[in-house]
T-cell receptor, first 112, second 108 residues
Framework: EAGVTQSPTHLIKTRGQQATLRCSPI?????VYWYQQALGLGLQFLLW???????NRGNFPPRFSGRQFPNYSSELNVNALELEDSALYLC???????????FGQGTRLTVV | AQRVTQPEKLLSVFKGAPVELKCNYS??????LFWYVQYSRQRLQLLLR??SRESIKGFTADLNKGETSFHLKKPFAQEEDSAMYYC??????????FGKGTRLHILP
């Protein structure tokens, strides 16, 4: 069974541009979580989608947004990129509440 | 505030010695607590959860509500235990809050 897949694995953007990161959950999983792993800051919760709806959001500015598609895959969009947005962005999926979350390998975003 | 604190960024332990990775949490209610591990060049994966009360790869963790702690322990460290370890809490809104992680380095 395929795990959580994220694309691209690496992304380089310049300041002010927009980045789109993609996540395909494990088949049958309806919940998708996005985390930012910046150097020295650990894993910071970004967004949680379940059944196509945004259920929860972390303390990030509105230029971080996303959506979940009918097939439960998800996109994370970061607008007006800043240098501090450089980080590893991890996606995780689960069956839903109170179930184990499985992580993807991440997308490393570098803003120059 | 809901918070997970891992006080040690790096922990170096000799092979065969006991390991204890500290985790303290702040949460008003009954939390669900986890330990995740990330080995070199691998994805983050669940190591154990407190409700299972199981031992995985020789690791155990006991929830101490009085001390609001969920320390991860192993009696005898092995070289393959070298990894990044994250303590995490799932709140009633199903959000998983992670600590900043502790890098465990097993010395030969």
């Amino acid at each position: 069974e395929a795990g959580v897949t994220q694309s691209p694995t690496h992304l380089i953007k310049t300041r002010g541009q927009q980045a789109t990161l993609r996540c395909s959950p494990i088949s049958g999983h309806t919940s998708v979580y996005w985390y930012q792993q910046a150097l020295g800051l650990g894993l910071q919760f970004l967004l949680w989608y379940d059944e196509g709806e945004e259920r929860n959001r972390g303390n990030f500015p509105p230029r971080f947004s996303g959506r979940q598609f009918p097939n439960y895959s998800s996109e994370l969009n970061v607008n007006a990129l800043e240098l501090e947005d450089s980080a590893l962005y991890l996606c995780a999926s689960s069956w839903g509440r109170n179930t184990e979350a499985f992580f993807g390998q991440g997308t490393r975003l570098t803003v120059v | 505030a809901q918070r997970v604190t891992q006080p040690e960024k790096l922990l170096s332990v000799f092979k065969g010695a006991p390991v204890e990775l500290k985790c303290n949490y702040s949460y008003s209610g009954s939390p669900e607590l986890f330990w995740y591990v990330q080995y070199s060049r691998q994805r983050l994966q669940l190591l154990l959860r407190h409700i299972s009360r199981e031992s995985i790869k020789g690791f155990t963790a006991d929830l101490n509500k009085g001390e609001t702690s969920f320390h991860l322990k192993k009696p005898f460290a092995q070289e393959e235990d070298s990894a990044m370890y994250y303590c995490a809490l799932r709140n009633r809104d199903d959000k998983i809050i992670f600590g900043k992680g502790t890098r465990l380095h097993i010395l030969p």
